[in-house]
């Protein structure tokens, strides 16, 4: 139902699975939200180089990050809005926007928090899912709390 492209900025990046895991996670947070509509989302897969230039360039952080996310429309948290968004002229679905992955800090924070690389990674496109939809935790308000929350339900931690 939903298109997931997952593209690689750096070859040899060691995990093959990731782009199925990532696909999953997605998938379970779209339906989780409640999006009925085909939709679209671009994924690129990096190293850590790769991801701070990108975080330097948009944010203007000098720094590695785990995860970017470039929301395409302005949405409400937890009430999607298909017309609210933009349309891939040729299908009709929804583009919902772009996600950057780092495929080192999944391999670090995997093993820092000890759960392992195939659950951050999850983890992390579940959180960047939530971003396109709509949800910030630029404070630790209720926004934080509220973004927090679904992250748990969705990957199944409440």
Known sequence: ???????????????????????????????????????????????????????????GIDRETDVLSFPLNELTPGSFDPEACERDWDTGAVMLGDMMISLPACERQGEEFGHGFEREIQYLAVHSVLHLLGYDHVDEGEQKRLMRAREKAIMGDD
């Open 1 to 59: 139902m939903h298109e997931i492209a997952v593209s690689r900025e750096v070859a040899n990046l060691g995990h093959r699975n990731a782009a199925a895991l990532i696909r999953k996670a997605v998938n379970r947070a779209l339906d989780a939200e409640n999006v009925q509509v085909p939709c679209l989302i671009s994924v690129m897969l990096t190293d850590a180089e790769g991801i701070r230039q990108v975080n330097r360039e948009f944010r």
